[in-house]
């Protein structure tokens, strides 16, 4: 088991340009999160999916689309990067019913918009 | 909103020593799951511990523990025997019990374990 991965592992972008940073779980969970982590800010949530099919805006979506492929992938799209965007990203998933709803996170992607 | 207030930015602890790391939360549901995650410089999230509140014991997992304050609305995080390899940055997380919701994290706190 791969558990989640993520990709890429690092990225550096130009303001305005696009990127779809990809994430995909093995353990056959159905709920998939991403988030986002800045210095002094924790993990904030920027979309996620409980289920194939749905999606729902988190905390920080402003700048992101989201994607559920399948129940293995979900996608996370910067159509117009902005330096803002600078940040490390986490994908996380989570199988509903398991004690305590644990989420497995992915090693992240760190990304720098210049 | 639920939210998670961690008030200690940086902590350091000698080795072999015993540390509490601070955490409180609000909330209005009855019934909820707390977590602390652990992320070393490697940057994997780490689950470290986990707690349901309407479980009135508290979790331990070998050298960490938590002191539940469900009236207080407070959950820290006791580590002992300090390790080096326990240096990271520690968060703690709460989530609604329907399940399948999404973590809301605290700021985090910086610990650094000196040998």
């Known amino acids: 088991n791969a558990g989640v991965t993520q990709t890429p592992k690092f990225q550096v972008l130009k303001t305005g340009q696009s990127m779809t940073l990809q994430c995909a779980q093995d353990m056959n969970h159905n709920s998939m999160y991403w988030y986002r982590q800045d210095p002094g800010m924790g993990l904030r949530l920027i979309y996620y999916?409980?289920?194939?099919?749905?999606?729902d805006k988190g905390e920080v979506p402003n700048g992101y689309n989201v994607s559920r492929l399948n129940k293995r992938e979900f996608s996370l799209r910067l159509e117009s990067a902005a330096p803002s965007q600078t940040s490390v990203y986490f994908c996380?998933?989570?199988?509903?019913?398991?004690?305590?709803?644990?989420?497995?996170f992915g090693p992240g992607t760190r990304l720098t918009v210049l | 909103a639920q939210t998670v207030t961690q008030s200690q930015p940086e902590m350091s602890v000698q080795e072999a020593e015993t540390v509490t790391l601070s955490c409180t939360y609000d909330?209005?549901?009855?019934?909820?799951?707390l977590f602390w995650y652990k992320q070393p410089p490697s940057r994997q999230m780490i689950l470290v511990i986990r707690q349901e509140a309407y479980k009135q014991q508290n979790a331990t997992e070998n050298r960490f523990s938590v002191n539940f304050q469900k009236a207080a609305k407070s959950f820290s995080l006791k580590i002992s025997d300090s390790q080096l390899g326990d240096t990271a940055m520690y968060f703690c997380?709460?989530?609604?019990?329907?399940?399948?919701?999404?973590?809301?994290f605290g700021k985090g706190t910086r610990l650094s374990v000196i040998a």
């Open positions: 996380a998933s989570s199988l509903k019913g398991n004690p305590y709803n644990e989420q497995f």
């Open positions: 997380a709460f989530m609604k019990p329907s399940g399948n919701t999404p973590l809301v």
């Open positions: 909330t209005s549901e009855s019934n909820y799951y």
């Open positions: 999916s409980a289920s194939e099919g749905t999606t």
